[in-house]
Structures are given as C-alpha cells and as structure tokens.
C-alpha cells in the first residue's frame, strides 16, 4: 500500500530542504519526492497536509517507560502512545525497572513486548552495574547481542571511579556508548532542589551544582582514558555544558542533552505551595543557569533535547517535598515547549529543531539515519504550528499526570507521526497496532 503525503512544508538540514514537497512512501520508504502535483499516487492514500511542516521523526533518547515492575505509573503500551502523541517515532527506555534492566533476558523482554505492543520504536537501554548499585559490572556483551544500544545507570551516578572507568571499557568493546546521570551522592545527599537562595527560604535542603559539575568533570576524564563515547544526561548548569563543549574542543567523543523543564523552568518557579511535580533530578537551578541552557541549545554546545519523562503516580507525588520523588512527565509537552518557547519567538530555526529532536539523537546513539530523501525510511513527524494545546491532567495518554506544565497554552504540536510509514498519530489522535 501506498501513502502520499501532499503540499507539507518539509523541512531538513540533513539535504538542505526547506520547501513544499510531495513525498510518496512505499513499503515503509520514502520512494519519491517531487514539487506539489507531481508525483503519480497509482494507488494507496493520500493526505493533504497543506499549511503543516514535515520533518524527520523525533527521537526522545530518555525516558523512563516503567515497564517491567512499575506499570502503574506507565508501560511499553501507554508510554508508546505518550509517545507518538508527543510527536516522536522513536524513544529510548532507561533501565531503572523492577527488576532492573541488567541483563539479556529482560532487555528482550523488553524489546519484544515493545514490537507487540505500540507501533512508536522503542529503544532499550540496559545498566553498567547490577540493580544500578555501581558494585558489580552487568554482562554488557550479551545485552548488547539482544539489541541493547546504549548502558547507563540513570538514576544513578556511579559513585565509585573505578567501576566507571570499567564501564566505559567493557562499553568501548561493544561500541556502545555509555550515558551518564553525573551525581555525587555524598554531595547531594538529602537534597531535593537547588541549593541555593530558594532551598534557604523555603527551609528545603539543597543539592549543589558541584555534585552535578564534579562528575561530569569525572567522567570526561574517563572518556579521555578509556576512549568509550560519553553522553551526559539531562545537563542542568552553565558549567556543566562548559566542561562538555571544552572536551568537545579537545576532540573527546563526548555530548550531552537539555530536558525541556531544565530549559524553561529554574528554581524561581518553587514557591510555598511546594508543588511536586516542580521536584526533579538533578533540581531545577537558577534563571541564569535555564538561560544560559537555551542559549547553549541554539550554539550546539549542548546536542540534543531529551524529556527524562518520568511518570509517577498520584499517590508518589501527593507527599511531602521532600518524600515524593523525582521526576516530571515530558514526552507529550516537550515539541509544543520548544516549538512556543524557541521556535515562535525566533530563538530556534525548524532547522535546528529537527538537529536537536531527530538527527542528533540518532548521532549519538548510532541509529539508522532518517532524512527526508528517497530511500529512507519513512519515519516521520508532521508539525501543525497553528494548534493550541492546553496542558491539563486530562490531555495525557501517559497513564501519569505529574506534568510541571501543567496549566499553560502552548501553540504548535505534532497532528501526525508514521513509523515505517504507518501512523501512530492521525488528525492528533493516536492510532494503536
Ligand atoms: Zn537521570
């Protein structure tokens, strides 16, 4: 069966197009792209996608999906939907699961239940270290044989040097690249925001930049050592991406990622009705910090964006600050925060959306690429720029609600996402298996 997708304004810094194109997809790939009127569709469907703007598939390279163990905050099936609502064809799942993703079994689990269940492509990452305690390496080689693309122990920093300098050994030997939560636990300890003039005068206790900066410091030396690829997680401070672009500078194979509430939220938003959904890890810091994280996103120092989404039931979060846990929910809000905050206000070309949301993940990670040419693969994701989206808690298909944006207008969001050139989202409504 044929598609073609008529009159969308396609969009691709990868082959330098910025123009109205149909694009006809065969067999899941895009087999011609020609001016409106153009391409002969013998048989198949058709849509008219005048007025949006078409480009190559978002990719989220972190969320948590809570599938094995924790499926009442999120699964494989419901993440997946979070996920082609959000606009994104592809995501990448962390493995702080019950049980934990430390081994081949529950990594193909994992990845067969995904083929199963949602038609967004589900990534698996697995852990360096067994139950993410940081004592004992896992057996990276046999999760990589099952399709592991990546080894992290997110939600964690690995607090002894030497296990992740083994690490990044045994990840260099798969070629895989190790991503990494930078957090010295001494340092944070029972921190639950920024330490700073906030945490002081809403009496919380702090977790300072330093236990962020001094591992990531760490681990771009280990990189230098070892040679593994490194990719830092969910960067949080100005100084933090300085150490990145300097060991970019010094040719180290090290990125790093922004998560929307990093980008658009600082510490200033706490205030006395201590709202939990603002509780994140590492915390929100101060405005200049959120600033500076912008204006890095546009340089290039900082890679890519990615959510961290992370669901939590409403019970977790309806503690006290300082009991609840961490985390917001992101895979629905990110593109429509990024398209009003960045892209409406001329901070953000498309261009360079579509390098921090689908090339560059791919980059990273060392995915198949996705470009907007004959022979690709049509996975793809159509942005209607003019559509308001409210953010409530009734809005999510994420089985959590525990969004710090909840409440705002936000104009521009996905109306449709194809995966090997079948929707997963049509009209702004996902489309199940
Ligand atoms: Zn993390």
Redesign the pocket.
């Known amino acids: 069966m044929a598609l073609l997708l008529k009159n969308a304004l396609c969009i691709d810094p990868a082959v330098s197009l910025n123009a109205v194109k149909d694009i006809l997809i065969r067999d899941g790939e895009i087999v011609e792209i020609g001016d409106p009127g153009t391409v002969d569709l013998p048989k198949g469907i058709s849509r008219d996608l005048e007025g949006k703007i078409l480009i190559p598939g978002l990719v989220d390279m972190h969320v948590h999906l809570r599938d094995p163990g924790l499926e009442y905050k999120e699964d494989i099936e419901s993440g997946g939907r979070a996920a082609a609502k959000g606009g994104f064809t592809a995501v990448l799942a962390m493995p702080n699961t019950k049980p934990t993703c430390d081994n081949a079994s529950i990594a193909r689990n994992m990845i067969e239940k995904a083929l199963n269940t949602t038609r967004t492509r589900i990534y698996v990452s697995g852990a360096m270290t067994a139950g993410l305690k940081g004592e004992s390496i896992t057996e990276m080689g046999d999760m990589a044989r099952v399709g592991v693309v990546a080894f992290t122990d997110?939600?964690r920093g690995v607090q002894n040097d030497a296990m992740m300098r083994l690490a990044m050994e045994y990840a260099k030997t798969f070629n895989k690249p190790v991503l990494s939560?930078c957090q010295v636990e001494d340092l944070s300890a029972k921190g639950s925001i920024n330490e700073g003039a906030t945490s002081t005068r809403l009496g919380l206790q702090g977790w300072p930049a330093a236990a962020e900066e001094i591992q990531i410091a760490r681990d771009i030396a280990l990189c230098e050592l070892t040679g593994c690829s490194l990719h830092i997680?969910?960067i949080s401070t100005a100084k933090g991406v300085e150490l990145v672009a300097q060991a970019k500078a010094n040719g180290l194979p090290v990125t790093c990622e922004v998560t929307p509430h990093h980008l658009f939220l600082s510490e200033e938003d706490i205030d006395e009705t201590y709202n939990t959904s603002f509780k994140m890890?590492p915390p929100l810091r101060t405005r200049d910090d959120m600033l500076a994280l912008q204006q890095y996103l546009v340089s290039g120092m900082i890679d890519c964006v990615a959510t961290?989404h992370a669901p939590h039931a409403p019970h977790e979060k309806a503690m006290e600050f300082e009991l609840a846990p961490f985390g917001t929910t992101g895979l629905e809000t990110a593109l429509p925060l990024l398209i009003t905050e960045m892209v409406s206000t001329g901070k953000l070309t498309w261009e360079l959306l579509v390098e921090r949301m689908a090339h560059a993940p791919r980059y990273i990670l060392g995915l198949p690429h996705v470009k907007l040419e004959v022979g690709c693969t049509a996975d793809l994701t159509v942005i209607d720029k003019q559509a308001i989206y409210d953010v409530s808690a009734e809005s999510f298909e994420s089985k959590s609600q525990n969004s710090a944006f909840i409440g705002r207008r936000l104009k521009g969001c996905a109306s449709d996402v194809y995966v090997a050139g079948y929707a997963s989202l049509e009209d702004r409504e996902v489309v199940g298996l």
């Open positions: 997110d939600g939560h997680q969910h890890n961290d």
